[in-house]
Structure formats: C-alpha cells, structure tokens
C-alpha cells in the first residue's frame, strides 16, 4: 500500500469536506471567467450590465465557500494536507474571483464600451487558467494522478507569463497612443485587475506544487 493511500484511510470521512468546498469554489470561478469573456465579446450595453450582475452574484457564492473553508479549518484537527497550504489555497482561489469581479465592476463603472483586443484575450486567459484550475484541484482528493496535477500547474504557469506579455504590450499601446489621461488610467486599471486574476492563478498553482512535494 502507498503513502497516499495510507495518508487517505487514516482521513476520517468528515475531514474530506475540504475537496467538494475546493471543487464547487473553483468551479464558480469557471463559471465568473465564462461570464467575463462573454461579456467582453458582446457589443450590448444592457447585456454587458446583466452579465457583469451575474459576476457579481458569482463573486458572493465565492465568498461564501471560502468562509466555508476557513470555518471547517477551524473545527477539524485533521486535515487532508498542511493547514497553511489549505488556507492559501482557498485564499487563491478567492483572489481569482476577486479580481474578475474588480475588472468586471470597473468595465461598468467607468463605462467602457471599447473592449479592445488585450481585455478581450486577457479574459481569454483567465478562462483558460481557471479551467486548468479546476482540473488540477479535482484531482488534488487522492493524488494518484500527480502528473495531471502537474500539467495543469505547468499550463497555468504559461498562462500566466502569455498574460504579463499581453498586459505589457497593452500598456505600451495605451502610452503610444492613447491622448486622453483619464481613459488611460480607466484602461490600465482594467489591464491590471484582468492580470492580477491570473497571478492569483498560479499563486493557487503554487501551493497545489507544494501539497504534491510534502505527499509525495
């Protein structure tokens, strides 16, 4: 018998709490990205708004499975993996749904209408690293596929370093070519909540490589 499966038959079945909470948080954050992009592709204002209102609303069910967490944090002794490695996990993952959630309120706020291509493929890559998120943390329950794990960690982390090119190069632009200050900074502020989603993406990443270190 492995480590592993010696590690999970001593993890009392109410302890294991911990992976569905993980599952549904990052499942909702899918569902944010899914919304953002189609909200950054449609060129209907009244659209746009409800759909940056389902964000909203997707945000708050975030909220509400990260209390979860730290409150099962607090009441079982056993846990599946390191403590600090659960609470920086659930932490992540909450940022992500943060920061969509704050580029989304700021597209509405500042009543952007021209979704250029980086917000647009910016969103794009949050998708995609959500998606490989939720892959990794489904698997994060037995950890007899690390491999899987692994990948999915890799691909964030090349998601993240496409969407530091793309916020780069967006910046630039706005520099080059944007006139009015005040747009600059309505866009650039955009840029950042948009690129930061994907830094807490492989934050959550991160803390996923070092649970595989500490069991494997």
Do not use: W
């Not at 948009?194 to 492989?202: F, R, V």
Request: hydrophobic content about 45%.
């Amino acid at each position: 018998m492995s480590l592993n499966s010696i590690f999970q038959y001593f993890v009392p079945k109410d302890k294991k709490i911990f992976f569905p909470l993980f599952e549904q948080a990052t499942a909702n954050v899918v569902a944010m990205a899914t919304v953002l992009v189609e909200a950054v592709n449609s060129n209907n204002e009244a659209t746009r708004e409800e759909l940056y209102k389902q964000i909203d609303k997707l945000e708050n069910k975030g909220d509400e499975y990260t209390h979860q967490i730290y409150l099962e944090l607090g009441k079982n002794f056993i846990t599946p993996f390191d403590r600090e490695d659960i609470h920086a996990l659930a932490t992540a993952i909450d940022d992500v749904a943060d920061y969509i959630q704050g580029a989304a309120n700021r597209m509405s706020l500042y009543r952007i209408d021209d979704l250029n291509e980086h917000i647009r493929k910016l969103s794009d890559l949050i998708l995609q690293a959500s998606i490989d998120l939720e892959k990794a943390v489904r698997e994060l329950k037995d950890l007899r596929n690390v491999r899987n794990i692994a990948d999915s960690c890799i691909r964030i982390n090349s998601v993240e370093n496409q969407a530091d090119y793309v916020f780069d190069r967006a910046v630039a632009d706005l520099f080059l070519y944007e006139k009015d200050a005040i747009r600059l900074i309505k866009y650039k502020e955009i840029l950042a909540a948009l690129e930061t989603a994907t830094d807490m993406c492989e934050d959550a990443a991160n803390v996923m490589e070092s649970i595989l270190v500490k069991n494997a």
